[in-house]
């Protein structure tokens, strides 16, 4: 079993930044891939960003130039550094882990308004 936490979320306005953490405990040896998924009021839950055990990411093209994965191996965390938000990247961020996608953390409220 893995367990994930996310952390940083918040209120920002336009133009502004956020960092969201995600530290994973448990069967620390299953939790690559790592992913971030976002779901906003009324919509499905879509891919963000996702980072391999090689250190490969990649991220949807909505957030691309403006979003960064990254991670801690030492403290088994996964970062998102978010910059020059919209408020169209209002959502709940949820992180992911697992070859198959099986571990969620509970979430964590982004809201980007002025």
């Known amino acids: 079993q893995v367990q994930l936490v996310e952390s940083g979320g918040g209120l920002v306005q336009p133009g502004g930044s956020l960092r969201l953490s995600c530290a994973a405990s448990g069967s620390i040896n299953s939790i690559y891939p790592m992913r971030w998924y976002r779901q906003a009021p009324g919509k499905q839950r879509e891919f963000v960003a996702v980072?391999?055990?090689?250190?490969?990411?990649n991220l949807a093209d909505s957030v691309k130039g403006r979003f960064t994965i990254s991670r801690d191996n030492a403290k088994n965390t996964v970062f998102l550094q978010m910059n020059s938000l919209k408020p169209e990247d209002t959502a709940v961020y949820y992180c992911?882990?697992?070859?198959?996608?099986?571990?969620w953390g509970q979430g964590t409220q982004v809201t980007v308004s002025s």
């Open positions: 992911n882990a697992g070859l198959a996608g099986d571990y």
């Open positions: 980072i391999t055990s090689g250190g490969m990411t």
